[in-house]
């Protein structure tokens, strides 16, 4: 019977040291990092990139995408927990227009019924 009630005390003053059953939770701090990356495909005209840095509080950084016009867009940005994210966007270059446009491109699908 003694053994019992020892037991059943035990039992009771684990649960209530850790009521949820996990051990101590700490606070993460946020760690600084840097990155960045570049993708240049000159086949298929694909080039674009990003580059980003945090101190921990904030995050900087930017990314260039080449635009189908020809232009090149350009976002800086900044990222914090006060102002949230705010973005710069600015364009380069002259946006180039073909001076003739070829048919429209249909696919046929199972039913013989097309759509652009």
């Known amino acids: ?3 019992k009630v020892c037991l059943v005390l035990v039992v009771v003053g684990v649960a209530l040291a850790e009521p949820d059953g996990y051990g101590p939770v700490y606070k993460s701090e946020p760690l600084p990092y840097y990155y960045d990356y570049n993708v240049y495909d000159g086949y298929k005209g694909t ?3 990003q ?3 945090s101190d921990g509080k904030a995050v900087y950084g ?3 995408v080449d635009l189908p016009d020809g ?3 350009r976002v800086d940005y900044t990222a914090d927990h006060y102002k949230g994210y705010v973005a710069k966007v600015s ?3 002259k946006a180039q227009h073909p001076k003739y446009y ?3 491109v249909t696919f046929f699908n199972q039913y013989g ?3 652009h």
């Open 1 to 3: 019977m003694l053994y």
């Open 47 to 49: 080039n674009f990139g």
């Open 51 to 53: 580059q980003e840095k």
């Open 62 to 64: 930017s990314y260039t």
């Open 71 to 73: 232009r090149k867009q």
């Open 91 to 93: 364009y380069y270059g």
């Open 102 to 104: 070829g048919p429209a």
């Open 113 to 115: 019924n097309g759509y």
